[in-house]
């Protein structure tokens, strides 16, 4: 049953970096049950296993970061409504794909989505478009709208809720379902990369959604194989990990420029995509 206590001060370190940056915690979680489990010599999960108790551990993180947002009150809840009703039915289908798919092409899926959204976010360092006025200068149907957060602090937030934002939150609340991860990144993707919304309504935003989408996947993988087959040994220490790691990550979100930032999720990402690739190929 104790097999697995090192991964509690892992989770919380984990918890505190995802949660500050807006980004999924099953980004490190996944990886890290594949690639430290084999060495370490403890019990492995297979790789739809190791992403469905990611899945897990992020829910329970994202909604200790949750509260923390919910205290600040630095969430689009318009933006936030407008993502759950294309991400939700799309999470729960992947969820249904991942346990017909072999573990090579999860690991290959993983890899590739961590590419491409690196990729993504490195080019999309670029300035807020706004002008003097804080008018959008992006699309006439984009809304611009301030939104005041609990210290009075107001942020100028300017977003449009069109068919490629939709596109972009199902394509990762699919991914979500499958491989643990996606639903974060599209999210911070679209409104930083796209609309340069301020990272700390960004990060909110987006953990909102992250947690609902991923209650709906996590609720659906316990329909299809049971409560019985969770790792609660392992669970048991990254739950009250990201609980803590959730809590300390939301106090530092903002704290970092947005273009360093990103810059750091960027590299994660690559890096990421990197080690998972090597692992399926030796699975090949």
């Known amino acids: 049953m104790l097999e697995y206590w090192f991964m509690f001060p892992i989770s919380i370190i984990i918890a505190t970096i995802a949660m500050a940056f807006g980004i999924g915690g099953a980004v490190f979680f996944a990886p890290t049950f594949i690639l430290l489990f084999p060495l370490l010599h403890v019990t492995i999960l297979s790789p739809a296993d190791a992403f469905g108790a990611a899945l897990i551990t992020e829910l329970a993180g994202f909604s200790s970061g949750l509260y923390g947002y919910l205290k600040k009150q630095t969430i689009d809840y318009e933006t936030a409504r407008f993502f759950l009703k294309f991400g939700i039915p799309l999470s729960i289908i992947g969820t249904l794909i991942k346990r017909l798919l072999p573990s090579v092409i999860l690991i290959f899926g993983f890899s590739f989505t961590m590419f491409f959204l690196s990729a993504f976010i490195w080019h999309s360092k670029t300035p807020a478009t706004h002008n003097s006025e804080y008018v959008c200068l992006f699309h006439k149907y984009s809304i611009s709208k301030i939104i005041a957060d609990k210290e009075g602090k107001t942020h100028h937030v300017c977003m449009n809720h069109d068919t490629v934002g939709a596109l972009g939150v199902m394509a990762g609340s699919m991914l979500t379902g499958m491989i643990s991860v996606g ?100 699975k090949i």
């Not at 990060?203 to 409560?227: E, H, K, M, N, Y």
């Not at 739950?239 to 979100?253: D, E, T």
């Open 183 to 282: 639903i974060g990144e599209s999210v911070i993707s679209n409104l930083r990369g796209r609309f340069k919304v301020p990272l700390s309504v960004a990060s909110g935003t987006s953990v909102l959604v992250v947690v609902v989408v991923v209650l709906s996947s996590t609720f659906t993988d316990l329909v299809l194989v049971g409560i019985e087959s969770i790792p609660w040994s392992l669970v048991m220490f990254t739950v009250p990990g990201v609980i803590i790691g959730g809590q300390i990550g939301s106090k530092f979100s903002g704290k970092l420029s947005a273009n360093t930032t990103e810059t750091i999720i960027s590299i994660i990402f690559f890096a990421m995509g990197i080690l998972m690739a090597l692992v399926g190929y030796s």
